[in-house]
Each structure stands twice: as C-alpha cells, then as structure tokens.
C-alpha cells in the first residue's frame, strides 16, 4: 500500500480552503456574511476552489455550537459524509475530512476512509483530532472524565497504529490499553493510504505527529513563533524516519485597495457577536473572568479565529509570500468571509502572483 503526498501544486505553496460546514463560517459577527450550514453551499465552495486552482479542501468535525446572536455553529454537517459527496464533486483537490478519535472506533474509520478513498480516486486525508472540547462529546454521553491530555493521547497513538494495520493487513488481533480486536477484518484495503494530518503543539502532538502524520496544522503568535514549531515538528519527524509537511491557517479578506479591504475587515470586526466568543473560549477551558477580559479588549480582532490577510490583491499575495517564507511552512489553509464571491476574484488577480510559473506554463 502506498502514501500518497500531501501536494498538488506545481508551483509555490500549497493553497486550499477550510469550509464552512457550520453555520456563519469562520467569522463570529452580527455585520459579516454569514455561510448557511448546507451541502449545497459547501458543494459550490467545493467546485470554486478547484476552478481557482487551488490544492485541497477541508472541513472540521463540530458536535455543538457556541450560541450568542448568530448561534455560531448551531447547525453544523458531518464531515466525512459531507466530504465523500464532495469527492464525487470534484476531480482533482485532495478532500480532507476530520475525525474524532474519541467518538469512532479504528475499524468503523477504516470502513469509512477506504470508502472515500475509493469515491476520490485515491485524493482523501484524515484529519486526526483528539477530542478535547468535554461539552460537545458530554451531551452525548461520550466523554471520560477519567482520561487527562496525556491519556487522550495515548489512545489516539493506540487507535491510529490499529488503524493502520486495518489498512494494511488482511486479520488484525489486537489487546491494548484502549482497544481489544480478535481476528478483525476490514477489507478491501485502500490501494493508496489515505493521507494522515493533526494539529497540536504539546509536546505529546508533536509527537504523535511525527511518527504517523504526512500533515501538521499549526499555530504560534507571530512568524518567528510559527517558524519554530514548524521547525521543531520536521526535525521530529526526521528523526522518526520520516518527512511531514506544515501548513497553517489564514482569514482572507480581498478588496479592490487596500483601503476596501481595510473597511471590510473593520465592518466583520464591528458586529463581533460577544457572547457566542466568550462560549468559545470557556469551552477551551478558560475560566468565564478571563474569556470575557480577552474578548472586551479587542472584540474587533476576536470576530476572527485566525490570523487576517486583508488588502488588495497584490498586497494579499505579498502578505501570503512573506508569511510562507519567513516560517518555512508547506501549505497554507485560507478561510473566506463569502466563499462564493472571493474564490473567484482569489483565483484570477492573487493566485496568478503566488504562482506565476504554473500561469506562464498553463499558457504555454
């Protein structure tokens, strides 16, 4: 069985979109678009991104929503189902879908990914998460209190090597801290192994990282920030035998100026929906005091879940150039406030400057 690679772009970095598969996208705000909770929806940002020319798309698995005035992520889809309708969508992106590990058993996963695999045409990728949010996984029952950060951990590193054995082997007999197998089949297998990627920064997700992952998702506080963890997740691999490549996330906010684009973001920025981010961050973990403190003091910037690259195209493809060569990332995963609108303006005035040798040989 072979891995498949993580790339797909000829020229530059890799470039895809995290979809909107909860409802107001990525953006907590009364005053920005708000993305509708529908395949529908997704299935058209699907297709928009591979006529840009972009590489891959994603989703996330979300059980609960955070509230507030725009019921942030009331209403959500399931992603691997969602993202198998979108392989039969598509020809070319590689399809990214993510799974909780503590909801799905390794042999039910390996079922549903060689599903995929099949309906893509060997382009599906796990997004491994270890389920960490106790709120959405206790309202189903499905929460151990029992298991800390460490543990949660261990049965991940546990239920991937079961996993990759069911992918790959014709009976798997397996008695483990976590999980008991007896003579357990999962066939066929997947003529390509399905791309592995997580995200974290403990030193725990480092390493399992390092030792099953072709993909890590990363975040810091700054570029020097990033470019150390990055650093730090491929020489772990390294040592592991191993390569992986990094990505990272970014709001995109495109406008005809700077100055548009600007107002734009200040326009998202002003209807910060207060109390949907606060339920965020308690979620996290963090007492309500200090959640409410962090939103009070900028809840313009709070609206946004990651990083913001805003202005014209030039400037947005100048801020993604130097974002991606100053921290040695692989990839980079863009989040759009209208997915409809801003694919295709992102596909025909900033891709052509991030790649311009895959344009003049598209010409050619």
């Known amino acids: 069985m072979t891995t498949t690679d993580a790339t797909t772009s000829t020229s530059g970095p890799e470039l895809g979109i995290f979809l909107p598969i909860g409802n107001g996208g990525w953006i907590m705000s009364e005053t920005a678009p708000h ?14 991104a591979e006529e840009a020319g972009l590489d891959f798309i994603m989703s996330m698995g979300k059980w609960r929503g955070y509230g507030g005035t725009t019921d942030h992520w009331g ?15 598509t020809s070319r992106v590689k399809i990214w879908a993510t799974i909780h590990t503590n909801l799905f058993n390794p042999a039910i996963a390996a079922k549903m990914y060689t599903t995929m695999q099949q309906i893509s045409g060997g382009r599906a990728g796990m997004n491994i998460v270890v389920g960490a949010y106790a709120q959405e996984f206790s309202q189903m029952g499905l929460w151990d209190e029992s298991l800390d950060h460490a543990a949660r951990y261990r049965y991940t590193e546990e239920w991937t090597s079961v996993l990759e054995r069911l992918w790959s082997e014709d009976s798997v007999t397996h008695h483990g801290e976590f999980f008991d197998l007896e003579d357990c089949q999962s066939r066929p297998h997947p003529v ?38 990055s650093d730090q997740v491929k020489e772990a691999a390294a040592a592991n035998g191993r390569s992986i490549k990094t990505y990272s996330m970014c709001t995109v906010v495109l406008g005809e100026t700077d100055a548009e684009a600007e ?60 974002l991606v060569e100053e921290t040695g990332i692989d990839g980079l995963m863009m989040i759009f ?9 992102f596909g025909e005035t900033v891709l052509p400057l991030l790649r311009p040798a895959a344009v003049l040989e598209g010409v050619a």
């Not at 998202?268 to 309500?288: C, E, F, H």
């Not at 406030?337 to 303006?345: G, K």
């Open 35 to 48: 993305p509708q909770a529908t395949y529908e929806y997704n299935r058209k940002a699907a297709i928009l």
């Open 337 to 345: 406030p209208d997915y409809h609108a801003d694919l295709p303006v």
């Open 75 to 89: 209403r959500t889809l399931e992603s691997v189902s969602m993202m198998s309708g979108l392989a039969e969508a």
């Open 192 to 229: 390509v192994r399905p791309t592995l990627i997580s995200a974290g920064r403990s030193p725990a997700g480092v390493d399992f990282q390092a030792r099953h992952c072709d993909g890590s998702f990363l975040t810091a506080d700054d570029l020097p920030g990033l470019r150390k963890v």
């Open 263 to 322: 107002a734009k973001r200040r326009e998202y920025g002003r209807g910060a929906d207060i109390d949907a981010i606060v339920n965020m961050k308690t979620s996290w973990g963090l007492p309500l005091d200090k959640a409410m403190s962090m939103t009070a003091a900028a809840p313009e910037d709070e609206a946004f879940q990651t990083a913001v690259v805003h202005g014209s195209p030039e400037t947005v493809s100048e801020r993604i150039s130097e």
